[in-house]
């Protein structure tokens, strides 16, 4: 079965860092992008980046630079998306998605159920 | 940055044709992918590449792109078609380039 299973939900204080992960299974998990797309309560989606698992190489939307990591371990078919030094407007359900194949741009064909960041003293 | 307008709301009796719009400069230029989301749920793509649908998804979804303003079309509309629609494009006319998402149109069937 193609689908991309997230890790459960997280509660994290300000300033700590929180790691999201994103199994794929059922598809060549190196032949297709993967991104990371949140969505605060209430409101719209906000693309993060992305990861070519081919080659580990991310592309980080500038809005996140600097905080955001993301890798993967292909021996697991996992990526990771590790947010840091998180503040209370990061509270948001966090979506793995898979994109187009390496090499192309492409729309986001399957998703994650999504992770549910909580960021809160 | 490049921004995606569309409207907050649109309400559509059943049986009739919604029309979903998302205004951006050139993006008739741009491929616009649209999803659809219902509560609680994750995103569904349902128009890929301006207006090609996955397989799995009624003709009754169908996009057009031309100017300044993509259309996501929806007839013969049913209730299980309440839900927030999202275009998107991939802008790389800036210095980083990255996925631009539009504002959202929440969907209701009177």
């Known amino acids: 079965q193609v689908q991309l299973v997230q890790s459960g939900a997280e509660v994290k204080k300000p300033g700590a860092s929180v790691r999201v992960s994103c199994k794929a299974s059922?598809?060549?998990?190196?032949?297709?992008?993967v991104h990371w797309v949140r969505q605060a309560p209430g409101q719209g989606l906000e693309w993060m980046g992305w990861?070519?698992?081919?080659?580990?190489?991310?592309n980080y939307a500038q809005k996140f630079q600097g905080r955001v990591t993301m890798t993967r371990d292909t021996s697991i078919n996992t990526a990771y998306m590790e947010l840091s030094r998180v503040r209370s407007d990061d509270t948001a359900v966090y979506y793995c998605?898979?994109?187009?194949?390496?090499?192309?741009?492409?729309?986001?064909?399957?998703w994650g159920r999504g992770t549910l960041v909580t960021v809160s003293s | 940055s490049y921004v995606l307008t569309q409207p907050p709301s649109v309400s559509v009796a059943p049986g009739q044709t919604a029309r979903i719009t998302c205004g951006g400069t050139?993006?008739?230029?741009?491929?616009v992918h649209w999803y659809q989301q219902k509560p609680g749920q994750a995103p569904v793509l349902v128009v890929y590449?301006?207006?090609d649908r996955p397989s799995g998804i009624p003709e009754r979804f169908s996009g057009s792109n031309f100017g300044n303003t993509a259309t996501l079309t929806i007839s013969r509309v049913e209730a299980g078609d309440e839900a927030d629609y999202y275009c998107?494009?991939?802008?790389?006319?800036?210095?980083?380039?990255?996925?631009?998402f539009g504002t959202g149109t929440k969907v209701t069937v009177l």
């Open positions: 998107q494009v991939w802008d790389s006319s800036s210095d980083h380039p990255n996925y631009v």
């Open positions: 050139g993006i008739g230029s741009k491929s």
């Open positions: 590449d301006d207006r």
């Open positions: 998605a898979r994109g187009g194949v390496i090499g192309q741009l492409g729309s986001f064909d399957l």
């Open positions: 990861i070519n698992p081919h080659s580990g190489g991310p």
């Open positions: 059922g598809y060549t998990f190196t032949g297709y992008s």
